[in-house]
């Protein structure tokens, strides 16, 4: 059996963040409880305890994992004054009842380059993947290495800023 920590230390790997985390600050910039997250998300509210409680490590359902991508994506712009959160909240919501796959869904949605790089990256290998690689790229050739650490197995926030610096964005 997994300890709780070592589901936490997985999650952050895969999210960024243990998901109680990354759930507890999309709830509080939403001003939503767990009942309210699992139903943004499509997951049931036993199944969304699960992952806050460090009992499952990720969201199994790509659909329910491409929306925490979105619900990340849309606190931050709530958090940072882009969007109110009752429009926040409107573009879950219809992103939850629209029947369409979740790459339709996604492609017509503002993201920043650096959240459509991640969502590339986080789509074709797994965060551990991309931090092996990095590793062993790492003497020959560190830029690409941090590129692979970055987009692969960092969190958005610190994805954006290692593309501002670069000068895009």
């Known amino acids: ?23 507890g600050r999309c709830g509080s910039v939403l001003g ?14 036993p199944m969304l305890s699960q992952l806050i409680n460090a009992r499952r490590i ?3 359902n790509p659909a329910a994992a491409a929306r925490l991508t979105r619900m990340v994506s849309l606190a931050s712009d709530v958090r940072e004054g882009r969007l109110p959160v009752a429009a926040a909240i409107s573009q879950m919501e219809a992103d939850g009842a ?5 790459t339709t869904l996604t492609a017509h949605l503002p993201r920043t380059i650096a959240s459509q790089v ?8 797994a965060a551990s993947d991309y931090l092996r690689a990095a590793e062993l790229i790492r003497p ?6 941090e ?23």
Not at 118 to 125: G, V, W
Request: no cysteine; charged share 25%; aromatic share 8%.
């Open 1 to 23: 059996m997994v300890s709780p920590e070592e589901v936490r230390a997985r999650q952050a790997v895969l999210y960024g963040a243990p998901l109680s985390e990354v759930l």
């Open 32 to 45: 939503v409880n767990q009942a309210g997250l699992a139903r943004l998300l499509g997951i049931s509210a």
């Open 58 to 60: 990720k969201i199994a």
């Open 98 to 102: 629209a029947e369409a796959p979740v």
């Open 118 to 125: 991640q969502e590339l990256f986080r789509a074709t290998a």
């Open 140 to 145: 020959y050739s560190p830029e690409i290495a």
């Open 147 to 169: 590129l692979l650490r970055v987009f692969g197995a960092e969190r958005l926030d610190r994805a954006e800023t290692f593309v501002r610096a670069r000068g895009f964005g």
